[in-house]
């Protein structure tokens, strides 16, 4: 069974692909050629399906970090005879400057051990297992490696020194000196692609130089914020650069699947999609952590992805395959037990098909905020926004399974209510760009009317608060971006008193935020779940667009407190044990800190006035 704590993990990315490498220098998940592609490392989930180390012999200490202004991992390990450094990263596409970063990734896993001084013995343990550990390849020695065949995959493991293969695996011990460099690759393709090589450790090194100047022109041209918090800002913002597929502009959600939201339960879903509400809050947030020059691909994508899908009697999918798939279908792989027997491992997502009417507001704000860095909003792109601005007004009095995508009935939920308001507050502002200002008094009279039913049905004064659905008692942590998306003032008395109700009824003793209290049964699952990193940081937001500087910093801090030491979030928190919980990274945890981090700045310049 699995066990290292979510925590201890990092990410690598390519911006077609992710691994997660532990503290002691293992990658326990790997999925080439795309983040939704099947595992070729996968010990995350399992302890048989795969996982390649390079680990000290003997006792050690850790300490580990990004390179400068990258996605490029070092962990330096300490022992009683020496110090050395393991350099991992996916190999970034040659040439890859600024926006172009990830075109052309060769699909290549560096590894680089450099010794600092003394010397170390490391263990080397390979041991691919594709498609999600079902498969145990054939590997042969070659010169300057071993070759791996099995299924659809050909990998090429480059290596300095000999390995002993055996069962499926490759093994060597090694020592490593001061001075000394070794390189190591691990190299991808298909049957019918130009076949993976042994690469040479001169290539290998000067692919990693590749690689980090590739990240850092990224960065340079990119990550100017300057406001409270900003390293972990622009960190953030190169995390959510690495959750994007760099081909069609989508981005995931996580880079994993089936990562518990409590330990041993089974809400374990599968995250390596593209949802159409979180990658337009990460737009938003790159805006912020980064720069919005990628929104005219991701809106490309979205147009592209949509077509078809969006008419008077079909709503738009609230997410798709990151090449732009619709069908997502659910499948369980029995074979797996789950990070700590957490079951049952999932692949796809059965969220898919369900209707939520919060996308087209997620959508159209984000093309609102973004509109002067969408320069070629084309006859296609302006067709799609107003059809969504009209699937809005003509479906926002429908139930739905809301923005928690909960799986019990359809409901009349507060904020997919309020966020059909915002498609339409927000294609009207955009009416001239648009060209569709012969539509402006319909959506003028759609919205005025949406606005007058959440004030009174989403009112609760039993409750003294806006509640999770019209005629509820539950209070939901997305009744925060009320303020936050203009609906109401954050001054307003429903507001404040929907904000205190939050922090004071809605969060664990460490002051943490959950979406909902899961043990109602409001979502038609079983067992609980952790608190939300995302919510805490709306409630931040919310205490900043209200002025409380103050409470805003405290409430900010206390979410931030629990990035790990290479400054990633999970989605949620243990509320017993304080552990990272979820799939990971999360970005709807690194989208709220961005934006949190930026109201308590504007907040700031706002009191300084």
Partial sequence: MSGVPIGAHALLSDCH???????????????????DSPSVFGRLLDDGAGHWSITPVGEHRTLRGYADQTLVL??????????????DALATGEGNHGHALGQGAPHLLIRGLRGLDGELEFDLHFRPRPEYGLLQPLLSSTEGGVTVRGGAEWLVLSSPVPMELEEGEARARLTVRGGQELWFALHRSTLEQRPARVWSEEEIAARMAGTIESWRSWSKLHQRYEGPWRELVHHSGRVLQGLTFQPSG????????????EVGGERNWDYRYSWVRDASFTMQALWVAACPDEAESFFAFMTTAAAGTLSADRPLQIMYGVGGEHDLSERTLPRLHGWRGSRPVRVGNGAWDQQQI??????????????????TMDDDMRAF?????????????EPDQGIWEVRGGPRHF???????????????????????????????????????????????????AFTQYFGGDELDASCLMLPITGFLPATDP?????????????????????RYRAEAGVDGLAGGEGTFLLCTFWLAQALAEAGRVNRAVEVFERAAAYVNDVGLLAEEVDPDSGELLGNFPQ????????????????ARQRAAL
Wanted: aromatic letters at 8%; proline letters at 2%.
């Fill in 17 to 35: 692909s992710a691994a997660l490498v532990t503290r002691d220098g293992s990658v326990d998940w790997l999925c080439f050629p795309r983040f």
């Fill in 74 to 87: 070092e962990t330096t390990f300490h022992t009683s005879t020496g110090t050395a450094v393991l350099t």
């Fill in 250 to 261: 989508a981005i995931v959600a996580a880079p994993t699947t089936s990562l518990p939201e």
């Fill in 358 to 375: 919060d996308v087209y507001g997620e959508l159209l704000d984000a093309a609102y905020r973004l509109e002067r860095h969408i320069e």
């Fill in 385 to 397: 926004l107003v059809a969504l601005a009209d699937t809005a007004a003509r479906r926002c009095h």
């Fill in 414 to 464: 507060t904020y997919s209510k309020v966020m059909c308001w915002v498609a339409l507050d927000r294609a009207i502002r955009l009416a001239d760009r648009l060209g569709s200002a012969d539509r402006v008094p319909a959506w003028t009279r759609a919205r005025d009317e949406l606005h007058a039913t959440v004030l009174s049905e989403g009112w609760n004064e039993r409750v003294g």
């Fill in 494 to 514: 429903r507001v404040v008193a929907t904000v205190e109700a939050i922090a004071d009824r809605l969060t664990d003793e460490r002051g943490l935020v959950y």
């Fill in 587 to 602: 970005a709807f945890s690194h989208i709220g800190l961005v934006n949190a981090a930026w109201a308590v700045a504007q």
